[in-house]
């Protein structure tokens, strides 16, 4: 079992970064794949990014690709997104995840949720 809390959302203006965190709690942090998914109003969830247990290897939606970087620190049992050249579409609240098994884009692949942090980007 494992908690996940995220921090760092808020308004930014288009063309603004915001860094997202997500701190979980237990020991066991390492041995599990995270990854960053969001919500718009009136959409499904989507994947964002993910990255290994190591922190080895990233993967990115294409819309993310180049303005966001995942990253993470197992001493610190925490995850980070750090987001560049925020725009409108980018509105959403943003979820971090956890799973034991391997990298997946679906959310069906996680089996642990963030309560999730709002980011509003204005035009």
């Known amino acids: 079992q494992v908690q996940l809390v995220e921090s760092g959302g808020g308004l930014v203006q288009a063309g603004g970064s915001l860094r997202l965190s997500c701190t979980a709690s237990?020991?066991?942090?390492?041995?599990?794949?995270m990854g960053w998914f969001r919500q718009a109003p009136g959409k499904e969830r989507e994947f964002v990014t993910a990255i290994s247990r190591s922190g080895g290897n990233t993967y990115y939606a294409q819309s993310v690709k180049g303005r966001f970087t995942i990253s993470r620190d197992n001493a610190k049992s925490a995850v980070y997104l750090q987001m560049n050249s925020l725009q409108p579409e980018d509105t959403a609240v943003y979820y971090c995840?956890?799973?034991?098994?391997?990298?997946?884009?679906?959310?069906?692949?996680?089996?642990?949720w963030g309560q999730g942090t709002q980011v509003t980007v204005s035009s």
């Open positions: 237990g020991r066991t942090f390492g041995r599990y794949v």
């Open positions: 995840a956890a799973t034991p098994g391997s990298v997946s884009t679906r959310s069906q692949g996680y089996n642990y």
